[in-house]
């Protein structure tokens, strides 16, 4: 992906470090950041400077590479595991990363492990990549396709940032919009802002404009409305993690969504890299563990000033309390397909087994 012309991952192994784009400083300030410990990575994973599943999960397998950078020992690779794991509690993809991570490691002998760990968290990167531009392939035919029937520009929402500062790149949700808009078909993508840390206005539209997608920012309850008035022909989400039966868990707010799109007959997609597929689970609602965040992303809010600065507010009474859970449960019922590195399936147990 292109930031000012120039190419990016967002993230990348250095002769010594990692490096990431720092997420919180978006859309204002682009900054890049060092992790030179595990503890780094597990501080840029806790305090969101990385986020999205695929890219959590990246994070991780190079924070394992870091530990062993410093001590190959199986008392620092267990070490790293629990700590990394422990970082962000709904997003599949960190166990899956580490796990992969651990695996491997623990299989060779101790003077073999940092190179080996080097080497599978950057082949762990491009895998990443290459399965996003897969998913952008198939979730073009159905752009495409709506295109044709439809002979006008297709009108998308999608929610949270499911794009590629989710990912390493391309992103899950975002790659379809990607390949299509390359593709030469117009298209419009009505972005929710994603309260209350707005990775859809900050993150998203940011993306999209980094890449000339015409999109438009609404805050969070205006979807119904659009597709009400038949302003949304699609949506399309990431997601965190899918059960074995295909119920979707991704960012708060993506369920209420999903209950208008299925009220309007508007078709509600869900990008997913299988990795993201939990398949010990089975209903989602039940089974996943919802992140709660502090009460101080409800309660204040930043942005830029007129005079350049950006300032944190308040937004509510000093005194009143907030609830902060960070993901929701879309039951599979829900969602018309997933669309994965493997084609578009039906979100069911059955459907789903080609997936394994
Ligand atoms: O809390 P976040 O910003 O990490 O949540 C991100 C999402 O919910 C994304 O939609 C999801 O991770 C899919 S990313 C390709």
């Given at each position: 992906?292109?930031?000012?012309?120039t190419p990016?991952?967002a993230i990348?192994p250095t002769?010594?470090?990692?490096e990431?784009?720092?997420?919180t400083?978006l859309?204002?300030?682009?900054?890049?950041?060092?992790?030179?410990t595990?503890?780094?990575?597990?501080?840029?994973?806790?305090?969101?400077?990385?986020?999205?599943?695929?890219?959590?999960?990246?994070?991780g397998?190079?924070?394992?590479?870091?530990a062993?950078?410093a001590?190959?020992?199986?008392?620092?690779?267990?070490?790293?595991?629990?700590?990394?794991?422990?970082?962000?509690?709904?997003?599949?993809?960190?166990?899956?990363g580490v796990?992969k991570?651990?695996?491997?490691?623990?299989?060779?002998?101790?003077?073999?492990?940092?190179?080996?760990?080097?080497?599978?968290?950057?082949?762990?990167?491009?895998?990443?990549?290459?399965?996003?531009?897969?998913i952008?392939?198939?979730?073009y035919e159905?752009i495409d396709?709506?295109?044709?029937?439809?002979?006008?520009?297709v009108?998308?929402?999608?929610?949270?940032?499911?794009?590629?500062?989710?990912?390493?790149?391309?992103?899950?949700?975002?790659a379809?919009?990607?390949?299509?808009f390359?593709?030469?078909?117009?298209?419009?993508?009505w972005?929710?802002?994603t309260?209350?840390?707005?990775?859809?206005?900050?993150?998203?539209?940011?993306?999209?404009?980094?890449?000339g997608?015409?999109?438009?920012?609404?805050?969070?309850?205006?979807?119904?409305?659009?597709?009400?008035?038949?302003?949304?022909?699609?949506?399309i989400?990431?997601?965190?993690?899918?059960?074995?039966?295909?119920?979707v868990?991704?960012?708060?707010?993506?369920?209420?969504?999903a209950?208008?799109?299925h009220?309007?007959?508007v078709?509600?997609?869900?990008?997913?890299p299988?990795?993201?597929?939990d398949w010990?689970?089975?209903?989602?609602?039940?089974?996943?563990?919802?992140?709660?965040?502090?009460e101080?992303?409800?309660?204040?809010?930043?942005?830029?000033?007129?005079?350049?600065?950006?300032?944190?507010?308040?937004?509510?009474?000093?005194?009143?309390?907030?609830?902060?859970?960070g993901?929701d449960?879309?039951?599979?019922?829900?969602?018309?397909?997933?669309?994965?590195?493997?084609?578009?399936?039906?979100?069911?147990a059955?459907?789903?087994?080609?997936?394994?």
């Amino acid at each position: 992906m292109k930031i000012n012309g120039t190419p990016y991952r967002a993230i990348w192994p250095t002769s010594d470090a990692v490096e990431i784009i720092d997420q919180t400083q978006l859309p204002h300030e682009f900054v890049t950041l060092r992790l030179n410990t595990m503890r780094d990575a597990e501080r840029a994973i806790k305090d969101m400077q990385v986020r999205g599943a695929p890219l959590i999960g990246v994070t991780g397998a190079y924070g394992v590479a870091l530990a062993m950078r410093a001590d190959v020992s199986d008392a620092a690779l267990a070490e790293a595991c629990s700590v990394l794991l422990a970082a962000r509690p709904t997003a599949v993809n960190l166990r899956w990363g580490v796990e992969k991570m651990r695996e491997l490691l623990a299989s060779l002998p101790q003077d073999e492990r940092e190179a080996a760990a080097w080497a599978e968290a950057a082949r762990i990167a491009d895998e990443d990549v290459a399965i996003n531009e897969t998913i952008g392939r198939h979730g073009y035919e159905i752009i495409d396709e709506i295109h044709q029937r439809k002979n006008a520009a297709v009108n998308i929402l999608t929610h949270c940032n499911a794009g590629w500062l989710a990912t390493v790149d391309w992103g899950t949700a975002l790659a379809p919009i990607y390949t299509a808009f390359d593709a030469g078909i117009p298209l419009h993508v009505w972005v929710d802002e994603t309260r209350p840390r707005n990775q859809g206005a900050s993150l998203t539209a940011w993306e999209l404009g980094q890449h000339g997608v015409p999109h438009t920012v609404i805050v969070d309850n205006a979807g119904g409305h659009l597709m009400q008035h038949g302003m949304v022909d699609m949506a399309i989400v990431g997601c965190d993690r899918v059960t074995a039966r295909g119920d979707v868990c991704n960012k708060i707010g993506t369920y209420l969504k999903a209950l208008a799109a299925h009220d309007n007959g508007v078709p509600f997609y869900v990008a997913l890299p299988t990795p993201t597929i939990d398949w010990t689970l089975q209903d989602g609602v039940k089974e996943i563990p919802i992140e709660e965040r502090a009460e101080e992303e409800v309660t204040h809010i930043a942005g830029l000033c007129g005079d350049g600065q950006v300032r944190r507010v308040q937004v509510t009474p000093k005194g009143s309390h907030a609830a902060n859970y960070g993901f929701d449960v879309t039951p599979a019922r829900l969602v018309t397909g997933l669309i994965t590195e493997r084609g578009v399936v039906k979100a069911d147990a059955q459907a789903m087994q080609v997936l394994k």
